[in-house]
């Protein structure tokens, strides 16, 4: 019985059912070459005992796509098979920040490995080291990038005098800092941390278990409401009565909605300092409303008036015939050699001390790690990825309230072996460089030896 007919119409009805797709209909005109050479040949181009490497011939494949397609079409013997996955683009995806303490986590992390460990960090344990740390929810890929952002590079070692340093400035001022600190801890003062954050209603974990009609967290992009916190702390915990929280960007309140030099003082005068004991020394960072400037000089560019303003406030005599290069002058002679702040001044006056971090040194505050904590905290309790704000406060509360004075003795323990681990890197740095200028000038002085030498005997040739 012939079958033909029937088969030319199950054909026709496939092609009504669905169009072939340009890379189908390649795959198809690859077959109807090896088929016509084939006929041409009279003979098979394959064994047909090797039926993998048929289809690959047939098709124009390889090896590999067809056993591919074969153990797929196995794990799945009806319907049609998955398209493989593709690496999506990065259009639409929320933009990673990576804030200023992980990175100084990653730097210090770095640094244990080549000081301390002497083993050279790869990507995979870095990233490991990192995460045993603190949340760092991102893989190797973003660490990459911020590698990169931070400054380092994976690249050829030329030498091994060739050592990791950091600009000098940025260590001289750490040692001043750790030189100032390890004497107040010897007199026994007592040492409190301040510093602000900012929680979002859109916090959350980045990835969570999901499945089948379990879609997990909700990522939302845009925060809508976002809370300003400050506070103040020590190894005995948060100190009372100093708690801040409010909206931000609300114009309504004691606080309007930003953190400024205003807000931080009238904070420092209204909550802090009646709560804090006598004789405390007070550790922040370096945000431009901690350090507004008393009585601060005009600068070349200020105008003529507020030249003679400032002259005249600090009773040196000057008038308007003068030109701005001889006020300038005057201001020069005349301004404070040491920067004074105006908080400085304000817990000095109630008997405190302030000490600012260095740069970069975030790590060194142990209410960083209360705000890791607090926000984890926040991430945990966010599913929908946009609370509203009264749920966000209940929150941020409760937050406060898992942070337990054990919980700060231990961050402040750890700032302390930081402290004593940077000063002994730091120390080891400071013989390096001394050793590098001492013979820099030892070479300066034979080469002015030399000069006198060649002088001498120049005039002795002039004399004869």
């Known amino acids: 019985m012939d079958n033909r007919p029937a088969l030319q119409e199950n054909v026709r009805n496939t092609k009504k059912r669905r169009y072939l797709r340009s890379n189908e209909r390649s795959i198809v005109s690859n077959v109807i070459t090896a088929c016509v050479k084939e006929a041409t040949q009279k003979e098979l181009l394959v064994n047909i005992n090797s039926p993998n490497q048929r289809a690959a011939v047939y098709a124009n494949v390889s090896l590999a796509t067809i056993g591919r397609i074969r153990k797929e079409r196995e794990n799945k013997p009806h319907g049609l098979l998955e398209l493989p996955r593709r690496k999506t683009d990065n259009l639409g995806r929320k933009p ?4 200023s303490f992980t990175k100084s986590v990653i730097r210090q992390t770095m640094e244990d490995f080549y000081i301390n460990q002497k083993i050279v960090p790869t990507l995979r344990k870095l990233l490991n080291a990192v995460k045993q740390k603190i949340h760092f929810p991102w893989q190797k890929d973003v660490l990459h990038k911020t590698l990169h952002e931070m400054g380092f590079t994976w690249k050829r070692s030329v030498s091994k005098r060739k050592i990791l340093v950091e600009r000098t400035d940025i260590i001289d001022w750490r040692c001043k800092y750790l030189i100032q600190v390890r004497k107040l801890r010897e007199l026994g003062r007592k040492f409190f941390y301040i510093d602000e954050t900012w929680v979002d209603n859109n916090i959350t974990y980045r990835k969570c ?52 030099y205003e807000n931080f003082s009238n904070w420092i005068s209204n909550k802090v300092i009646p709560n804090l004991p006598p004789n405390c020394v007070i550790v922040m960072d370096n ?8 009585n601060k000089a005009p600068t070349r560019s200020s105008n003529k008036s507020e030249m003679i303003e400032w002259l005249l406030k600090n009773k040196v005599e000057a008038e308007l015939t003068m030109r701005k290069t001889k006020l300038f002058d005057l201001i020069k002679q005349h301004k404070p050699e040491d920067k004074v702040f105006e908080i400085n001044k304000i817990l000095e006056a109630h008997g405190h001390t302030v000490l600012r971090l260095p740069p970069y040194n975030c790590d060194l505050n142990p209410i960083e790690m209360a705000w890791a904590k607090l926000k984890n905290f926040v991430r945990g309790r966010n599913i929908l990825g946009d609370i509203c704000m009264t749920k966000l406060l209940q929150l941020v509360k409760e937050g406060f309230e898992t942070i337990s004075q054990d919980d700060w003795s231990a961050y402040c323990l750890h700032v302390e072996k930081l402290e004593r681990e940077y000063w002994v890197k730091d120390g080891v740095m400071e013989d390096i460089i001394d050793a590098i200028v001492i013979n820099l000038e030892s070479d300066d002085d034979e080469d002015d030896d030399d000069d006198d030498d060649s002088n001498d005997s120049d005039n002795v040739d002039d004399d004869l």
């Open 96 to 99: 990673i920040v990576i804030d």
């Open 287 to 294: 945000a431009s409303y901690h350090n507004k400037e008393h």
């Open 209 to 260: 278990w999901q499945g089948p009609g379990v879609e997990g967290i909700m990522d939302n992009v845009s925060g809508s409401n976002r809370i300003i916190v400050v506070n103040i702390g020590s190894k005995d915990g948060f100190l009372p009565n100093a708690q801040l929280v409010y909206k931000a960007g609300c114009a309504t309140g004691d606080y309007h909605g930003q953190m400024n």
